[in-house]
């Protein structure tokens, strides 16, 4: 199986941290949520699409730089296995 790279966007949106509530009666009510988490001690790694494509690259070389060739070789009756880049 072929390893295919996506590229990632990032969401983008008028009002990204806008919710809207619909109350128990039907009615609503639209609210700006905002972050309280206390303090961060570690911040992590951000969900961007500057992380994921980086992570992609670094997927797809992994699939390019080793592929394992497996051959018989009837004239000894063994396997023969040797390494080679993989091109497609």
């Known amino acids: 199986m072929a390893f295919n790279k996506k590229t990632w966007t990032n969401r983008t949106t008028e009002y990204p941290t806008r919710r809207k509530l619909i109350?128990?009666?039907?009615?609503?009510?639209?609210?700006?949520?905002?972050?309280?988490?206390?303090?961060?001690?570690?911040e992590g790694d951000a969900f961007s699409a500057e992380n994921m494509n980086d992570l992609e690259d670094r997927i797809g070389e992994g699939f390019s730089q080793v592929l394992y060739v497996v051959s018989f070789d009837s004239s000894t009756g063994t396997l023969v296995t040797k390494t080679t880049d993989y091109t497609g």
């Open 23 to 42: 109350k128990a009666d039907g009615t609503t009510e639209t609210v700006t949520v905002e972050r309280s988490e206390g303090e961060v001690s570690v």
